[in-house]
């Protein structure tokens, strides 16, 4: 080997490295540089070499990932993710390039997988973040060793070297060896100590090994003193670690370079019997495994994303990775940039005086370079004027970052992947990191299959796409979708394809087995709806028959009424995207005649959660009704009657009950004056009624609630009457019962908007007044006069001259 000479002994070269560490990448690039090893053994799943020449692809982008699962249980799965500053990708993409065999020597994939199943480990942490971050609380679950009495519990003997110390200290909680060196060093921020040993490191140094030596000295030290430091599945891992380099240097002759956790150096190069780490592997837990490269983001290597082995700036290493010189310059200026893509003013001279402020920090506090503190610092007092808000867009963009990695077609793939990625393409979805808002008109063809697509991965769990409220429409031809792609998708697409091989055969067969599966007749309708919008015709006959049937047995009317309203909603997806759903509208209508039906008898003697859960029920059922009057179902020649005249003549029956709640009857005298079957005299007088001090304060409130509640306030600001009504009643409630009423009426009346809750306010302290068509004027008050106040809107028009860019004669063309 080339580099013997230089500051290593005898033995395979080791590379003790900090994972995600941009500083060891650029040593591991040197080393084997100066080494020229023939082979390069590299920590993660043996499984994978196959898939180590697709790091050459140029298709291939880091952050990427090696995704593990389980053959027989996809969602049992494991991530190892790699970025361009990783010393692992470092070391594979020297070994491609100089043709040079790499191989993984960890444990293997369907071991650790297996262990997964003995208790409740996070995976991805418990196989990429042993010893990497700064902070105990970020480490992942700790890897354990069979349990004694297992088929695997054979141990070592005492006098073999590989063997733990029994005089070595018990330690039950996970060593951070960054922490404890930093601390050693006088340093509080293991960061910082590692950027100033590390990651500053003049790009000079003549011996490429001396880090290595020196980080396997410190990490020689921390064992001797923690022994496996809490991480008890360790020995089993170095065990099978140390095998494979045995099996390498017989092979190439001892030329054999091994990039791994820095943690591990010393357990590999300690002397042991080939027997005794037999020993440790005997028996260990196993299942079939299916490994391949998957896109990852720099946010999920973040520790914020709960990454195990997460760093605080994937973003800002990766710069300080790339960078070719000048990186506190380069970085000054990214960030102006990005200020400047926000409209903020940043110039020239900004960039200069932050770069001298981040370079006077450094020096003040004794550090050999500026680091990401004092960058930070530095953009907070000349670029953000000591406001933290802008800097937190440093933080998600620049620090961070959304970067996300591409594998190339060529990457094994479970076949509904393969066509997920064929969908992509075709309708132009192209995953990204960042989260994006997509706006949809179904009118338009690929509009209306993009939605499909996002509506059947959502009955597949696969969550690419979140439905948001749509802006400036109400139209069911307009949808608005939030989309952002995590890496953790590329498990669900795995588990998902044990329903089929595309995505509409799968989205068909897990809509069926989630309607047999149903708990409740609201999930079949739920169910159906969805079934709707993600155009799954094969799929409906299953969830109708189910939803026909247990439409049939359940007898609970709440239940009905819940799932009416998801039925009828469906039955407008059929004008926009072509379905028929005539079978729909039969099950509808005949759940709406069982509603009709039952509901007045449910609505007595209820309690007041089960009165207000009956309420919602009620205004569920009306617009319902409405719906499906309007799809028509409810025509004559429906054979359905006019549901509209019967859900009318449900609420009249309501109304007039007294056994009813009165938030149920308030709510339907409500509704049936909204559709103008009740004038506002008789509306006035039924409120009258139950004002009148023969009624319970308690009972008139919650009739006050349902009437005037959920939008009711403009009612009151229209008509007079109405709220004199209420105001009486309230200044003749007892004292002893205003208590009880005030938290109904507090809950009313707060649910109105600010400037009717000001309206109402005003027009309680002019108190009654006469009206004068129909509209009423509150004399003396701004905003209430009967005419309009000409010299309050004459006092707008200078502004509205400057926002509009009109001289007067053009303004007064306007106001014309």
Excluded at 4 to 16: I, K, S, V
Excluded at 162 to 167: E, H, K, N, R, T
Excluded at 203 to 208: L, T
Aim: glycine residues 10%; negative net charge; proline residues 8%.
């Amino acid at each position: 080997m080339a580099g013997t000479e230089g500051g290593r002994g005898a033995g395979p070269l080791l590379l003790g490295v900090r994972h995600h560490g941009p500083g060891s990448a650029r040593a591991v690039r040197a080393a084997l540089a100066a080494a020229r090893p023939q082979v390069v053994l590299i920590e993660g799943p043996p499984e994978a070499d196959a898939l180590i020449p697709l790091a050459a692809d140029e298709g291939m982008r880091p952050p990427v990932a090696l995704l593990a699962h389980a053959v027989d249980e996809p969602g049992r799965s494991a991530f190892w993710p790699l970025a361009e500053f990783s010393p692992e990708w470092v070391a594979i993409r020297w070994a491609l390039e100089h043709e040079v065999p790499a191989r993984f020597i960890d444990l293997p994939a369907s071991h650790t997988l297996a262990w997964g199943k003995d208790d409740e480990a996070d995976a991805e942490g418990e196989l990429t973040g042993e010893e990497q971050p700064p902070e105990p609380t970020a480490e992942p679950p700790a890897a354990e060793t069979p349990s004694a009495g297992s088929p695997s519990s054979e141990s070592p003997s005492a006098s073999d070297p590989a063997a733990p110390d029994p005089s070595t200290p018990d330690i039950d909680i996970r060593v951070d060896p960054l922490a404890v060196l930093a601390e050693a060093a006088g340093y509080d921020d293991p960061e910082r100590w590692w950027e100033d040993v590390v990651e500053h490191r003049g790009a000079g140094e003549r011996d490429a090994f001396a880090p290595f030596t020196a980080l396997e000295e410190a990490m020689g030290a921390l064992r001797e003193t923690y022994g496996v430091g809490g991480r008890d599945r360790d020995l089993v891992r170095e065990a099978y670690m140390r095998l494979q380099v045995r099996a390498a240097q017989r092979e190439f002759e001892n030329d054999v370079a091994v990039v791994c956790g820095a943690w591990h150096v010393p357990a590999l190069r300690q002397k042991a019997s080939v027997a005794a780490d037999r020993a440790l592997l005997k028996g260990l837990p196993k299942v079939k495994a299916d490994l391949t490269w998957v896109p990852w983001t720099h946010r999920r290597l973040s520790r914020a994303s709960g990454y195990g082995a997460g760093i605080d700036s994937p973003g800002w290493y990766g710069h300080l990775f790339g960078a070719p010189d000048r990186p506190v310059e380069r970085w000054m200026t990214k960030v102006a940039g990005l200020f400047r893509e926000e409209d903020r003013i940043v110039s020239p001279a900004h960039v200069i005086e932050a770069v001298r402020l981040a370079e006077t920090l450094a020096v003040m506090r004794g550090r050999p370079l500026p680091g990401l503190g004092e960058t930070t610092d530095a953009v907070r007092a000349v670029m953000c004027e000591g406001s933290d808000v802008p800097l937190s867009l440093v933080r998600d963009r620049l620090v961070v970052g959304d970067v996300l990695g591409e594998v190339p077609p060529g990457a094994p793939a479970v076949p509904l992947q393969r066509d997920l990625d064929r969908s992509q393409r075709r309708l132009r979805m192209k995953p990204e990191a960042l989260e994006r808002e997509l706006e949809l008109d179904l009118r338009k063809e690929i509009d209306a299959g993009r939605s499909t697509l996002l509506h059947r991965l959502r009955l597949l769990r696969i969550e690419w796409g979140e439905p948001a409220a749509s802006r400036g429409s109400t139209g069911t031809f307009r949808e608005t979708w939030r989309l952002r792609w995590e890496p953790e998708l590329a498990v669900r697409v795995a588990e998902a394809g044990v329903w089929g091989t595309t995505v509409p055969a799968a989205a068909t067969a897990k809509a069926e087995a989630d309607a047999v599966g149903a708990e409740s007749l609201a999930d079949v309708t739920a169910l159906a709806e969805h079934c709707l919008l993600a155009e799954l015709p094969d799929a409906l006959p299953v969830v109708m028959k189910v939803l026909a049937d247990r439409a049939a047995l359940d007898t609970d009317v709440g239940h009905l009424a819940q799932a009416l309203p998801a039925l009828v909603r469906s039955l407008r997806y059929g004008d926009v995207r072509g379905t028929d759903t005539g079978a729909l509208t039969e099950v509808a209508a005949g759940l709406a005649e069982r509603v009709f039906v039952g509901l007045p008898p449910a609505c007595a003697a209820l309690d007041g959660d089960a009165a207000e859960e009956m309420r919602r029920h009620v205004d569920a059922v009306h617009g319902a009704v409405g719906l499906l009057g309007d799809a028509g179902g409810s025509g004559p020649e429906s054979g359905h009657g006019d549901l509209r005249v019967r859900w009318r003549a449900v609420l009249r029956t309501l109304s007039a009950r007294d056994t009813v709640p009165g938030v149920i009857r308030g709510r339907a005298v409500r509704l049936l004056l909204d559709e103008g079957e009740l004038g506002a005299d008789e509306a006035a007088r039924l409120m009258g009624l139950v004002l009148s001090p023969g009624t319970p304060p308690a009972d008139a409130a919650a009739w006050i609630e349902g009437f005037v509640g959920g939008g009711g306030g403009l009612l009151l600001v229209h008509d007079e009457r109405l709220l004199g009504l209420v105001d009486e009643w309230l200044t003749r409630v007892p004292a002893e019962a205003f208590t009880d009423v005030l938290p109904l009426l507090r809950r009313t009346f707060s649910s109105y908007e600010p400037g009717v809750r000001r309206t109402l306010g005003e027009l309680v302290r002019r108190g009654p007044a006469k009206q004068t068509g129909t509209t009423t004027a509150v004399a003396g008050i701004p905003g209430f006069g009967a005419e309009p106040d000409a010299g309050r809107a004459d006092a707008v028009v200078p502004v509205l001259r400057l926002l509009l860019g009109l001289d007067d004669d053009e303004l007064v063309g306007v106001a014309g």
